[in-house]
């Protein structure tokens, strides 16, 4: 990877590169190695200037030099990361440098300076606590009202929803109610002009039937007249027995007057 970074000229992740190496060849003893590519990592991170580089790098070399119990180099490498995290606020990396600052003064046998940086570090890391809650609190709270958001917004679509079906159900009532009044129109329209209609026949009807009672009336009346005359003519039994002793009158009309007299 440190090649791979060093062809390409990316020299940040060239130098993190050679600190890696530098753990890793500490681990499996070869510290030697394990310096020189420390000391790489910091001269390249000085190269571009880079302060969070340069002071990793220098509590890089403090750790390293601490646990090999070489306590003058570890406090020169220590307080040199210590004059740049004290302009560059990264609370993590302070914590880790005074504790190892403690550490490094209590093997030292400077008590006061070991306190004094045990207890710079119990308080940074308490503020990094106090952070670390506030953010989840802050977090926390962002994601709370973001549900909240959410649940307001299925609300709302929720709520414009029911107002469209109920939308729709008043415009299907009130198409079912015009379509309705529109048929009872018609449909009245149909009765009132049929009863019209058969209003015009029965008097017709009437009229016509009218028209045949009173001809049906003067034919009676014509017959009748007619029998009464058919009536006259003939002679009173009296008479007819005066003057036919044997004769005799055949009356016998089929309805109410003789055709052939």
């Known amino acids: 990877a440190a090649q791979y970074y060093e062809k390409s000229g990316y020299k940040v992740g060239e130098a993190f590169a050679y600190n890696n190496l530098g753990i890793l060849t500490k681990k499996i003893g070869e510290k030697e190695k394990s310096l020189e590519y420390r000391l790489k990592s910091l001269d390249i991170y000085k190269s571009i200037n880079n302060e969070v580089g340069i002071a990793s790098a220098y509590l890089a070399l403090a750790t390293f030099y601490h646990e090999e119990n070489n306590d003058k180099k570890a406090l020169e490498f220590a307080l040199k990361a210590e004059e740049i995290y004290s302009r560059i606020e990264k609370l993590d990396k302070q914590v880790e440098l005074n504790l190892l600052l403690s550490d490094i003064y209590k093997d030292m046998k400077l008590y006061q300076k070991s306190n004094k940086h045990l207890y710079k570090y119990v308080s940074i890391k308490d503020s990094l606590v106090n952070i670390e809650k506030n953010k989840s609190i802050a977090e926390m709270k962002e994601r709370f009202e973001a549900e909240e958001n959410e649940k307001k917004i299925a609300l709302q679509?929720?709520?414009?929803?029911?107002?469209?079906?109920?939308?729709?159900?008043?415009?299907?009532r009130t198409y079912l109610v015009i379509t309705g009044l529109g048929l009872a129109i018609i449909l009245s329209i149909f009765l009132i002009l049929g009863y019209r209609q058969k209003s015009k026949s029965n008097k017709i009807i009437s009229n016509q039937k009218e028209v045949v009672e009173h001809k049906n009336k003067e034919i009676l009346d014509s017959i009748t007249y007619a029998k009464?005359?058919?009536?006259?003519?003939?002679?009173?039994?009296?008479?007819?027995?005066?003057?036919?002793?044997?004769?005799?009158v055949l009356f016998k009309p089929k309805d109410v007057v003789i055709s052939i007299f």
């Open 157 to 172: 679509e929720k709520e414009l929803i029911q107002k469209e079906i109920e939308n729709q159900k008043q415009k299907t």
């Open 228 to 248: 009464r005359l058919q009536e006259a003519i003939l002679p009173s039994k009296t008479t007819l027995k005066n003057n036919l002793k044997n004769g005799f």
